[in-house]
Nanobody
Framework: QVQLVESGGGLVQAGGSLRLSCAAS????????MGWYRQAPGKQRGWVAI??????NYADSVKGRFTISRDNAKNTLYLQMNSLKPEDTATYYC?????????WGQGTQVTVSP
């Protein structure tokens, strides 16, 4: 089992920045990939950024503005979000893939005001 706890969400004005953190615990060995997803009200959850063995990839909507990083010593995944836009408002979830299993955090709310 892997436990994921997100933090760092909040209310920010458009153009501002936030850094989300996702602390992983439990059986974290052999986590293949970790990523960030988001879900806005009335919309499906979609991926934002993913890191697989040091290789990162981003959704087109956040490229150039968001950066995903992983600190293995702290078992923590980060999402640095810059130049935030109102359309970035959503609940952000951390996800970890371990073999055929997916684990999710509880989510952290990000609200960007115009």
């Amino acid at each position: 089992q892997v436990q994921l706890v997100e933090s760092g969400g909040g209310l920010v004005q458009a153009g501002g920045s936030l850094r989300l953190s996702c602390a992983a615990s439990g059986s974290i060995a052999s986590i293949n990939a970790m990523g960030w997803y988001r879900q806005a009200p009335g919309k499906q959850r979609g991926w934002v950024a993913i890191a697989i063995n040091g290789i990162t990839n981003y959704a087109d909507s956040v490229k150039g503005r968001f950066t995903i990083s992983r600190d293995n010593a702290k078992n923590t995944l980060y999402l640095q979000m810059n130049s935030l836009k109102p359309e970035d408002t959503a609940t952000y979830y951390c996800e970890a893939t371990q073999g055929a299993k997916n684990y999710w955090g509880q989510g952290t709310q990000v609200t960007v005001s115009p």
